[in-house]
């Protein structure tokens, strides 16, 4: 009994001292806000997508094709990313279209590959509660995945941990304005 009381009293007497002397205890710190803006962390994502070096080729052959082009766009939370390569045959182009809100900051990974002689690195990243909320448009057809994939890019894997820390804090900065943009609910009596 008495250890408790002895311990209760180590944890009121701060609070008592404060009250004695007539000043409130002093409040938490506010929460750390570090690191880069919204708009300076998505500016900076989108020009180094836009950087990003792809290979010539498709695949081993004695012909070359026009390369790889990758562009990425966007305002605020919203981005689309563009993709286009060529064979011999045909031009592909298609884009990936979502909100940086929507990802899992854990389940966003950075692979590094071996393709055609070339040291590639690939992101993957998937959608928070696996949600269909990333527009896949190819040749016209529009559909919905939780998977997004930017792939077969010329760059180190350092380069590519760069991109993929810098979704990561786009993602936190983005769920944090969703949560503070939605209005209060209203509360109930019971």
């Not at 990758?70 to 305002?75: H, L, Q, S």
């Not at 040291?119 to 993957?124: A, G, K, L, R």
């Not at 894997?157 to 304005?177: P, R, T």
């Amino acid at each position: 009994m008495f250890l408790k009381s002895a311990v209760f009293l180590a944890l009121l007497t701060p609070f008592m001292a404060f009250s004695q002397i007539g000043v409130e205890m002093p409040a938490s710190p506010p929460p750390e806000t570090s690191g880069p803006t919204l708009e300076q962390t998505v500016d900076w994502i989108i020009k180094k997508l836009n950087a990003v070096p792809h290979p010539t080729s498709l695949a081993k052959a004695d012909q070359t094709y026009p390369p790889h082009k990758v562009r990425a766009t966007g305002e605020g939370c919203r981005v689309r990313i563009s993709f286009s390569y060529a064979n011999a045959y045909k031009t592909f182009e298609f884009s990936r279209s979502f909100n940086y809100k929507d990802l899992n900051p854990k389940a966003i990974k950075v692979v590094d590959y071996e393709f055609d002689g070339n040291q590639m690195v690939s992101i993957y990243a998937e959608t928070l509660g696996d949600k269909r909320v990333i527009e896949h448009i190819d040749d016209s057809r529009i559909f919905m995945s939780w998977q997004l994939e930017i792939a077969n890019m010329l760059i180190d894997v350092e380069y590519g941990e760069s991109l993929k820390n810098a979704i990561i804090h786009a993602q936190k900065l983005c769920a944090q304005k969703a949560s503070a943009d939605k209005p209060p609910k209203a509360k109930d009596l019971f």
